[in-house]
Structure formats: C-alpha cells, structure tokens
C-alpha cells in the first residue's frame, strides 16, 4: 500500500462545478496535510495545509479532513479553467524522518 | 513575502561538466529541502538541512553534492551526471523542521532549475 494515494485522473469537470479531489494515507498518526497545485511546467505553489478534524475554507477552496478514515480532500467551488492542473496531496508522516511524503497528484481537467 | 528564488531557470550540461545550483530565501526559514521531478511524477526528496546541517540525504548518488553556506542558501552542486539525472529540480524552504508538524513546517517551493543532461 502506497504512503499516500491520489486518483491520478484525469477529473474532468464542467466550468462553474464542484471539483472533489481526493487523498488517503496509511500513517494513522499523521499530523499535518497540505494541498499544492502544480501547473504543467511549472513548481507546486502551496494552496491550503489543515491540521485539525472538519473543514478549512479558504475562497474557493475547502479542505476536509477526516483522521478516523484516513481521508483528506480538495473541494474548488465554481471550478474555472484556470484551475485545471495537477493537484498533489502531502503528509507529513508522525515518527521517522518526517519528510513529507507526496501522492503521486490528480490531473484535474476543467471544460470551458 | 513566501518567495523562495532558484538560478539558474534552465541548464544544459554534458556529463563531464560541473555546475551548480543556486536557491536563496529571505524568510527567515530555518529549514531549507532539494528534490527532483521526473514528468508525471511527485517530487522525489533528496536532502534536507535544518539550521545548515544537512539532516536527510535519501540515498542520493555522490555525483549531487548540497551545501548551505548560510541560512539563506542553498546549494546543488553537480558533475558526472548522467542523462537519467535530467529532471526539474526543486528547492523548498520552511520555518523549521522536524518539530511537532503545523503551519512551522509549510514548505514553500521555488520555481525550479529544469535539468538536461546530454
């Protein structure tokens, strides 16, 4: 089992949708989740981090964690084709080197 | 300011060359991290060095050789390299590492130096 899983996709969504980006990882006792966006070519650029149970809203975009299921999402409300671009979710493992480890990112794709 | 800045942007060498990379941050950030990007893949860790020690080195060949002169910078300095080295490679900066996680342990990426090696 992979640390921590992305659907690669693509996650094709109309212009002006909901996009639901999703992330699951093994380490139970993981502390801190973050979301960064990777443009083609381009280095990740940070978008939202959440730390505690429940949702963390910021613009557009909502975080949710959930540590009893081992789940994290990425909600982008009113997606716009700008938002298209790969979405990858980090962990930061609880014990060990505690290097962040990286899913392997969703391409989300949104249709004009 | 979260600006972390990478020279050069793009770089060809051939595999008796030596060059560097140059990442520089003036956050204040104590933590500073090199990866590498394959296409189509997440970055991949090669070191980390908090408070200019090096403190991880994921089993990275000889031929990458990092430095932190001060708590600004950090270095990538290459020779030898071989055709699959060519990649974007990544500089990162945090407030701290290695503490108990939380917004100290936000990384904040450069724009990268895009690698061929011929």
């Known amino acids: 089992q992979k640390e921590v899983e992305q659907n690669s996709g693509p996650l094709s969504v109309p212009e002006g949708a909901i996009a639901s980006l999703n992330c699951t990882y093994s380490?139970?006792?993981?502390?801190?989740f973050f979301w960064y966006r990777q443009y083609s070519g381009k280095s990740p650029e940070l978008i939202m981090f959440?730390?505690?149970?429940g949702d963390k809203e910021d613009g557009r975009f909502t975080a949710q964690l959930n540590k009893a299921s081992q789940y994290v999402s990425l909600l982008i409300r009113d997606s716009q084709p700008s938002d298209s671009a790969t979405y990858l979710c980090a962990v930061r493992p609880s014990t060990g080197r505690r290097a962040l480890t990286f899913g392997s990112g969703t391409r989300l794709q949104v249709q004009p | 300011d979260t600006e972390v800045t990478q020279t050069p942007k793009h770089l060809v060498m051939g595999m008796t060359n030596k060059k560097s990379l140059k990442c520089e941050q003036h956050m204040g950030h104590r933590a500073m991290y090199w990866y590498k990007q394959k296409a189509k893949k997440p970055p991949e860790l090669m070191f980390v060095?908090?408070?200019?020690?090096?403190?991880i080195n994921e089993s990275v060949p000889s031929r990458f050789s990092p430095e932190c002169p001060n708590s600004s910078l950090l270095n990538l300095h290459l020779h030898a390299l071989q055709p699959e080295d060519s990649a974007l490679y990544l500089c990162?900066?945090?407030?701290?590492?290695?503490?108990?996680?939380?917004?100290?342990?936000?990384?904040?990426f450069g724009p990268g130096t895009r690698l061929l090696v011929l």
């Open positions: 060095y908090s408070y200019e020690k090096l403190s």
């Open positions: 959440i730390y505690s149970n």
């Open positions: 380490d139970r006792g993981s502390q801190s």
């Open positions: 990162a900066s945090s407030q701290d590492w290695g503490a108990s996680g939380g917004v100290q342990e936000t990384q904040y």
